[in-house]
């Protein structure tokens, strides 16, 4: 049976990296998706985004941030969890030992805590090859999580292959719309300009989380009746 009586909140918090995180003001209109996810729920659901720039599943938890979500989680909450970006780096971790045992550390700590972990794959860079197709940048990440989830039985949301998809049906130059992307003066934010092929802007950012939402219904979770329609 639920514990959670009808006027009870539903937290849902999120792990991951700078696609996910909110960032500051002066970084506008750079969003993680995390940063509009409260948007896509009535009042019943409660986004915390603890998803930081940087990030990887080792220094998310090396700084603290894997021990106050798991202090504050109750059962029924979720853990959704998306690393890759960083994990790639020289701190990082390798995709199928250190990564994997990582994830499954914050599987089972939201699993002791009664709540239920999501794993999210990595989304896509902006990588096109001259068919106009994405080229994988992640390496072995996302089928390393892929494999961990099938293990583990944790819910899984293929990140990864839903913005490929997006991407590729806006194509090259459509898909920049999802981007941090500005010519020089073009943007108070970015007087030199940017060409970020890895940032969303608020536009994209809300695109991905509805990819997110998608995945969410998909898998059926309790939580998708307090989505808005």
Request: some cysteine; proline content about 5%.
């Amino acid at each position: 049976m639920n514990e959670h009586t009808v006027t009870d909140v539903t937290n849902l918090f999120l792990a991951g990296d700078s696609t996910v995180a909110s960032c500051p003001k002066y970084e506008a209109p750079m969003a993680g998706w995390g940063q509009l996810f409260q948007s896509f729920f009535t009042e019943k659901v409660k986004v915390h985004n603890f998803a930081k720039g940087g990030a990887s599943t080792n220094t998310f938890m090396e700084q603290g941030y894997l021990d106050t979500i798991l202090h504050f989680i109750k059962p029924n909450d979720y853990l959704f969890i998306q690393f890759g970006h960083n994990d790639q780096k020289s701190f990082g971790t390798e995709p199928f030992t250190t990564y994997q045992s990582n994830l499954a550390q914050y599987v089972e700590g939201a699993r002791e805590k009664g709540a239920i972990p999501v794993l999210v794959t990595s989304v896509h860079r902006r990588t096109f090859d001259e068919q106009g197709k994405i080229v994988n940048s992640l390496g072995d990440f996302p089928e390393a999580m892929i494999g961990l989830a099938e293990k583990l039985d944790v819910q899984l949301i293929n990140l990864w292959e839903k913005t490929k998809t997006l991407y590729e049906e806006l194509g090259p130059e459509g898909s920049k719309q999802l981007f941090t992307m500005f010519e020089p003066n073009q943007n108070p934010n970015y007087p030199d300009g940017i060409q970020d092929n890895t940032h969303f802007c608020e536009h994209g950012a809300k695109a991905v989380g509805s990819l997110v939402i998608e995945g969410i219904k998909e898998l059926k979770l309790p939580i998708r009746s307090f989505i808005k329609e």
